[in-house]
């Protein structure tokens, strides 16, 4: 009995760790997720500095507000064929735990999609078979309405090994760091919105970024509609009576 009460105690502590809020992005037309408390920043695609005797998956670096960053494209990563970057391509900086401590780097991604609060007896143990990613980045698979997520567990995307190179990149190309403005001007030239989504990576402050992404979106979908459901001779129709004589 008491063994039974500590398994069921232990299941409920699994789900709470679970549980909480996620920034959804597509790969390949599937939807993942990563927790959002190692988002620190999103931002569209920039120019990359390629570093050489580097693995193909890592594209180089960026220099983010004075801050060498290096980049890796997650399609890449998980093996998935290589996309042409569109404008709707995206960076997701994150922040990853290593054996020396924290690494920020950003990922490459096809698109963000939201911010989801997701339950924790909404995510599901991965599965065993089924899956085309190597299991060992996944940690479940969250079920919703539209479909499924997979939740990805992003301190181990890269191997220790992989987190050492990555490392060794930014002590590298500190020239482009040290090129950086200081510290303080960078602070005046970030907007306040920014400097607390890299200080605080709350839901809140990527939400702020994801959405005016989604809202462009809506807007053209919103304004093809709508030509394709109005007939060309009510457009003529218009365009005669507005060039009509006074």
Do not use: W
């Not at 502590?13 to 999103?42: N, P």
């Not at 054996?99 to 997701?118: H, P, R």
């Amino acid at each position: 009995m008491a063994e039974l009460a500590k398994k069921r105690d232990q299941a409920a502590e699994h789900m709470s760790d679970r549980e909480g809020k996620y920034l959804t992005f597509t790969m390949a037309k599937e939807e993942y997720g990563i927790g959002i408390l190692k988002i620190k920043e999103i931002i569209g695609m920039m120019a990359i500095t390629q570093v050489p005797k580097t693995p193909g998956f890592v594209k180089g670096v960026i220099d983010l507000h004075g801050k060498v960053i290096p980049v890796v494209d997650l399609r890449l990563r998980f093996g998935m064929e290589e996309m042409e970057y569109t404008d709707r391509t995206c960076i997701i900086v994150v922040e990853i735990s290593a054996s020396t401590g924290t690494v920020q780097i950003g990922i490459v991604v096809d698109s963000v999609s939201e911010v989801l609060n997701i339950k924790g007896e909404d995510i599901e143990d991965t599965p065993t078979s089924g899956i085309k990613l190597n299991t060992e980045y996944i940690f479940g698979i969250a079920k919703m309405e539209g479909g499924v997520e997979i939740m990805i567990d992003i301190d181990k995307v890269l191997s220790q090994q992989e987190l050492e190179l990555v490392s060794a990149m930014k002590k590298e190309d500190s020239s482009v760091e040290a090129e950086a403005p200081p510290e303080k001007a960078v602070s005046e030239e970030i907007p306040p919105e920014k400097t607390v989504a890299e200080k605080a990576p709350t839901e809140k402050a990527v939400e702020a970024e994801v959405q005016p992404k989604k809202k462009l979106e809506a807007e053209a979908s919103t304004k093809k509609k709508v030509a394709e459901e109005v007939p060309p001779e009510k457009v003529v129709e218009a365009e005669a009576h507005r060039n009509r004589p006074i």
